[in-house]
């Protein structure tokens, strides 16, 4: 077996658009694979450690959107660096003192393997712990966004969400979306690449243009 990586060999962070970290890893659901998710959209998350509070909210969070982010082909995958004793004991507590099931599977991951793969572990804030991260990978196993961060503060699950809607209405179409773009707004338009293309971008009455280079469609 390769011996374990210390921190100055640890891998850089990956890079968005190319293919994720490949992992196999024991979770609350048995072995899992990045292969596993393949078809699906997989929102992957990491939190700094089990009984924890900031953690502690966010699962529930992500639990109850979980529903949501299914009818989106997507799979939430949680991780940590504690063992699955510690995990399925946390899901326990979770479900006995806030009434909330925690059913997607998280990973248990005490050699930091996966923790490192996906630069999850940050000196600056801890040399045991995973920061908060947040991946979304694509069904071809290509890392779409990646967002950290601090130990100190929750995420907002919504925008992950809304993050995920975003990236796939720009696969389907071939297309931008402005800051805070939800379901149903006007989507941006590629800036045409030549001056003929910006002189017919001004007449086209199917978009709304502002300038050549900045218009928006309704889908």
Request: include cysteine; proline fraction near 7%; charge should be negative.
């Amino acid at each position: 077996m390769e011996q374990e990586m210390t921190q100055s060999q640890t891998p850089g962070i990956p890079r968005i658009n190319e293919p994720a970290p490949d992992f196999r890893a024991p979770t609350t659901a048995g072995e899992l694979s990045l292969s596993d998710f393949r078809g699906k959209w997989l929102v992957l998350f990491s939190h700094p450690a089990d009984f924890t509070p900031v953690c502690t909210t966010e699962f529930m969070a992500f639990a109850k959107a979980q529903d949501d982010f299914e009818k989106l082909n997507a799979q939430l995958l949680g991780l940590s660096i504690d063992s699955t004793h510690s995990h399925i004991a946390w899901i326990r507590s979770i479900k006995e003192n806030f009434g909330v099931d925690i059913r997607f599977p998280i990973i248990a991951d005490l050699k930091m393997e996966v923790a490192k793969a996906y630069g999850m572990i940050h000196e600056g804030a801890s040399d045991t712990s995973a920061v908060r991260a947040t991946f979304i990978i694509d069904p071809e196993g290509i890392l779409k966004a990646m967002v950290y961060y601090p130990m100190t503060n929750g995420r907002s699950i919504p925008e992950f969400l809304r993050l995920l809607q975003s990236l796939q209405t720009s696969e389907q179409y071939g297309v931008a979306t402005p800051e805070g773009w939800q379901p149903g707004d006007k989507v941006i338009v590629p800036p045409p690449a030549t001056v003929k293309d910006a002189e017919e971008r001004l007449q086209n009455k199917d978009y709304e243009v502002t300038d050549w280079y900045f218009s928006k469609k309704s889908l």
